[in-house]
């Protein structure tokens, strides 16, 4: 069982910064065997993927967000990081983050780089940010 709890949202001025957390407890499997990765949800849009970090420190980021989202991961303290730096009205949205087991993908455990949205089962409630102009 996974269980996937997100703080550190909330309000802030367009090119300022905010880290979010999310904090990961595994039961019957350990910690360091699961990717994960940071999505959001914008109003009345799609949730897209916008960072994911494979199990050897690997990490792919969307377009959208390179250069200014970083995504880390604590190894001693089953948490996980997304740095945002620089940001934009439009990265106003729900930001949620995910975890599924590194050996899930038949075509081996790189795909994690490349997961999309429906490849993810455990998800945390989600943490609220607003960035306002």
């Known amino acids: 069982q996974v269980q996937l709890t997100e703080s550190g949202g909330g309000s802030v001025q367009a090119g300022g910064s905010l880290r979010l957390s999310c904090a990961v407890a595994v039961s019957g499997y350990t910690y360091r065997n699961y990717c994960l990765g940071w999505f959001r949800q914008a109003p009345e849009t799609e949730r897209e993927v916008i960072a994911r970090i494979h199990t050897d420190g690997n990490t792919t980021y969307a377009d959208s967000v390179k250069g200014r989202f970083t995504i880390s991961k604590s190894n001693d303290a089953n948490t996980l990081y997304l740095q945002m730096n620089s940001l934009k009205p439009e990265d106003t949205a729900m930001y949620s983050c995910?975890?599924?087991?590194?050996?899930?993908?038949?075509?081996?455990?790189?795909?994690?780089?490349?997961?999309?949205?429906?490849?993810?089962?455990?998800w945390g409630q989600g943490t609220q940010v607003t960035v306002f102009s």
């Open positions: 995910a975890a599924e087991p590194i050996g899930s993908w038949p075509g081996g455990d790189w795909f994690c780089l490349s997961a999309p949205r429906a490849d993810w089962r455990h």
